[in-house]
């Protein structure tokens, strides 16, 4: 069997038949985070291509990867097995971090859920978060509140990316340990590395964030009440402080 993947084609070879895996932009850029030879956990696996990816092109030294749900932790275990890996790749079912002892791994990646509850995930296991070196997130909604719970909660973003995939636009951030000061609104709305660096993607996501506040305004201009509603004013506010995020300069 081979696996191989579109972007960084690589193979683990057993009973000499191919299996061709694709990793999509979005997991590649988390991967990307994850630091060579580390050892990992992919919460949330879902098909395990992630965690695949992490042991074959990352060269983790350990990799564990855990679904809340019976059906994906299966999917899981499948193509793992597929791939010659059931003995490199440990597939475990449950909430969160609750499979994860402290102490077993270095990096977590939490990807493909909302910004609230990877959030809540890392809330509910301080002893599992205290041993890790690094977080590796990509939020499919609520990035500014993932954010602002990161900087409440001891930890500090040191990198961001963007990654296109299936034409959305995917924020990914990472974040380590440490107490930093609290990032303006705009900022953790934006991204606060992302913002410094503008990276490919950075106008379009800037643009979208914008949009969806200029969406509420417009709905909400059709009602004088809720024209005149501290809710419309401080969505006029945060566009505001956005545009001007946007146009200091860097
Ligand atoms: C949309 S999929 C994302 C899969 C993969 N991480 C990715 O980014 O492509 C979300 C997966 O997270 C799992 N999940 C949801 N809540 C979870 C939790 N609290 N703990 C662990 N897994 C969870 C779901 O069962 C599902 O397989």
Redesign the pocket.
Known sequence: MQVAFNRRPFCFCKKSMVMILTLDNR?LAVASFVPLGARVAD????HAY?AIYLYGERGAKKVIA????EG?LAAARHTIKEAGLSEKIDARLG??LIPIEAGEVDIVCI???GGE?IAA?LERSPDVCVGLSRLVL?PMSDASYLRRWLYDSGYHIVDESLAEADGRIYEIAVAEHGIEPMPENALLELGPVLCKKRPQFFSRHADEILARKKRILFEMEKSERARESHKYKKIQKEIGEIMSCLNAKL
């Open positions: 997991l919460i949330g696996t879902d992630l855990t679904d809340k749900n994906p909430d969160g990807s493909g859920m509850l995930i990509q």
